[in-house]
């Protein structure tokens, strides 16, 4: 039996979420087109075989800017390497650029087996340009992992090999200690997560990174989970985008978060949104550390 803790770290915007949902095979993780859609560590377990999983999708870092927020989320990420058995490190496949750089000199000094993932690789037609691109990983790059795999994340391609090779990395004989569990987040924070990523999707640029999801109840009842939640504005103006004319801006992020749900519990959600101004959630630690 191995089992172990793997954390998908890397720069934002380079597939860690769609990685993990696809490693799980299920949607858990909101992605998007959009960079940052990841603030909290999120966690699921794959059992399978004689191997138990648990892998760890991570906020993208960012070490540029110096904001309070960022350096946030960048606590959130690199927390969970004092956990990790193993650690993934996400890059698109074209692009090893100075953000990834900095990454990699954040994990450089940890003893822990190290798995450079190229992903996106089904953006390169054919492959064609695969060989000429992990030649020209500098030394002191490739030096740093233990293994080098090219993936793509979108459609499933090298995953069963990244799993042998996460496997081969994982403690042995350990007790299965994740059997019993799906995952360490709450139930509520997988719904406030699918109403934001609806948010990300649906709005434009800038508004989802001044929004806070709050769930107010959730009740599990025999056919149908029931649940009110709240979305919490940064400016007053952006309210009527949020609901958009009559309503209908509203009734397409709820549509979307209700289908996520449902799949999720498996069962009917009755799923209901209020919008609501506050200048304040994003200077506050607790609210971004909510539901962590
Ligand atoms: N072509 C292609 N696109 C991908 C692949 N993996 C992810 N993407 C796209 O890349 C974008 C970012 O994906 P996410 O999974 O949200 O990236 P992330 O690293 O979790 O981003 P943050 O949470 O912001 O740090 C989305 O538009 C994905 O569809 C892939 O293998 N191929
Ligand atoms: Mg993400």
């Not at 449902?262 to 101004?277: H, M, P, Q, S």
């Amino acid at each position: 039996m191995s089992s172990g803790n793997i954390s998908i770290i890397g720069k934002p915007n380079v597939g860690k979420s769609t990685l993990f949902n696809m490693l799980i095979k299920k949607h858990l993780a909101g992605a998007t087109s959009k960079p940052q859609t990841t603030r909290h560590k999120i966690d699921a377990v794959l059992n399978e075989d004689d191997t138990s999983y648990l892998f760890v999708d991570t906020p993208g870092l960012n070490f540029n800017i110096k904001k309070d927020f960022n350096k946030i989320l960048n606590r959130n990420a690199l927390s969970t390497l004092i956990e990790a058995d193993v650690i993934l490190h996400v890059v698109n496949y074209f692009k090893i650029d100075k953000d990834d750089i900095k990454v990699i000199e954040n994990i450089s000094a940890t003893d822990l087996p190290k798995i450079l993932v190229l992903n996106k690789v089904d953006l390169d037609n054919k492959r064609k340009n695969l060989p000429k691109i992990l030649s020209q990983i500098p030394i002191e790059i490739t030096d740093v992992y233990n293994e080098i795999i090219p993936i793509s994340a979108k459609n499933s391609s090298n995953i069963i090999n990244l799993k042998k090779l996460i496997k081969s990395y994982l403690p042995k004989n350990n007790k299965n200690i994740y059997q019993d569990i799906l995952s360490h987040n709450s139930n509520e924070f997988f719904v406030a997560e699918y109403i934001r990523e609806a948010c990300i999707k649906h709005l434009s640029v800038e508004l989802p990174y001044s929004l806070h999801v709050e769930i107010n109840k959730l009740d599990k009842e025999k056919d149908i989970v029931s649940i009110a939640s709240t979305v919490y504005l940064k400016k007053k103006s952006h309210l009527s985008i949020v609901v958009g004319k009559n309503g209908s801006m509203l009734v397409k992020i709820s549509k979307m978060a209700r289908i996520n749900s449902e799949n999720f519990f498996k069962k009917k959600v009755y799923l209901k949104i209020f919008v609501k101004y506050d200048p304040k959630w994003k200077n506050t630690d607790s609210i971004l550390n909510s539901y962590s």
